[in-house]
């Protein structure tokens, strides 16, 4: 499972994660903690269409620390 409350019946798992048609835009801060990599990691190899960028210098909050490069990034996928 990817996030979910212990017991919670309706976790986010691999089956789900491949079914998804859309694309994906997964964005990491470089100094993102290694359980956010992780599930990242995880999430990537169940649908493989995924796309991972990381912010170089930022934490997992890269919205605040690199606001600019990233909103360029997000823009940049939806014009795709």
């Known amino acids: 499972p990817y996030a979910a409350h212990p017991g919670d019946e309706t976790r986010f798992n691999c089956s ?3 079914r998804i048609r859309q694309p994906v835009l997964l964005v990491l801060g ?3 903690g290694r359980d956010f990599r992780e599930i990242v990691s ?3 190899t ?3 269409g995924t796309r991972t960028i990381v912010l170089p210098g930022s934490r997992h909050v890269m ?3 690199a606001p600019e490069p990233m ?3 997000v823009l940049e996928f939806l014009g795709e």
């Open 46 to 48: 169940c649908a493989p």
């Open 71 to 73: 909103a360029r990034m």
């Open 63 to 65: 919205q605040l620390d």
């Open 16 to 18: 789900d994660a491949g």
């Open 30 to 32: 470089e100094k993102t």
């Open 42 to 44: 995880r999430f990537v």
